[in-house]
């Protein structure tokens, strides 16, 4: 088979892989354009992040609750111990300790709020979930055809990969890089049919002797004009 052929082969998997990609891009967009979803989306990221501000406040306060029960145990035992003999020194322990209660009362008080909240934020997060397993229900079935076409374009392609490895084996290295040069410079159309001596592409007419070349099985030859490698059939 001619070098060209399977240049050509390549070619025509190419073009189907770029319009497939081309329309499953189109297909991704519309997915994510569907507003209800986004709004859902957004909403359950930000009752998420409220939820985590309230579960690290209630840790907060719950530690804070910790340590002041800490202190007035150890204090307590100064208290009581019978080491502090002194009615001076016991006065004082004692107010210290009277302090030490209230203070206790306010974070225990705090953490209560911070319990409640946390509470709160829990439900709302779980409603925003329940919201958004709707909301993507919905927009499943909203969109289902699009999710239908991409599922099928998506075997398409990878059926179309694996033919493409198969043909891609067969070219000579130096094809592939002159192919994919080519590519890139001419729209993703490298290879062309000649079609009545003519360069599809183009347009260009081709002279006898380059018309002779582009029948060659053996070596590549290229539209004097537009420079795409010619397929003569
Ligand atoms: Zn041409």
């Not at 974070?107 to 979930?129: F, G, H, I, P």
């Not at 499943?140 to 599922?151: H, M, T």
């Not at 000579?172 to 490298?190: I, W």
Request: proline share 2%; net charge negative.
């Amino acid at each position: 088979m001619s070098q060209a052929l399977h240049l050509h082969r390549l070619q025509l998997v190419d073009t189907q892989v770029d319009q497939f990609n081309t329309r499953l891009k189109i297909i991704q967009k519309k997915l994510a354009e569907d507003s209800a979803m986004r709004a859902a989306t957004l909403e359950k990221t930000a009752s998420d992040r409220q939820l985590a501000e309230a579960q690290l406040k209630l840790s907060q306060s719950e530690e804070s609750v910790e340590k002041q029960v800490i202190h007035i145990q150890q204090e307590e035992a100064a208290l009581y111990g019978g080491l502090v003999k002194n009615p001076k020194e016991l006065k004082d322990l004692q107010d210290e300790l009277a302090a030490l209660r209230r203070r206790l009362a306010v974070l225990e008080d705090q953490e209560l709020e911070a319990m409640v909240l946390l509470e709160e934020k829990q439900n709302q997060a779980d409603q925003s979930l329940t919201r958004l397993r709707d909301t993507q229900e919905q927009a499943a079935q909203r969109n289902a055809d699009l999710i239908a076409e991409r599922s099928k374009i998506e075997k398409t392609v990878e059926r179309l990969q694996s033919e493409r490895q198969a043909i891609y084996a067969t070219i000579p290295v130096d094809n592939l890089k002159t192919y994919e040069r080519l590519r890139s410079q001419r729209g993703g159309n490298a290879v062309i049919e000649v079609i009545d001596k003519s360069c599809s592409a183009c347009g260009a007419t081709l002279t006898p002797a380059e018309w002779q070349s582009a029948r060659s099985p053996d070596k590549l030859s290229f539209c004097p004009s537009c420079s795409r490698i010619l397929y003569a059939g």
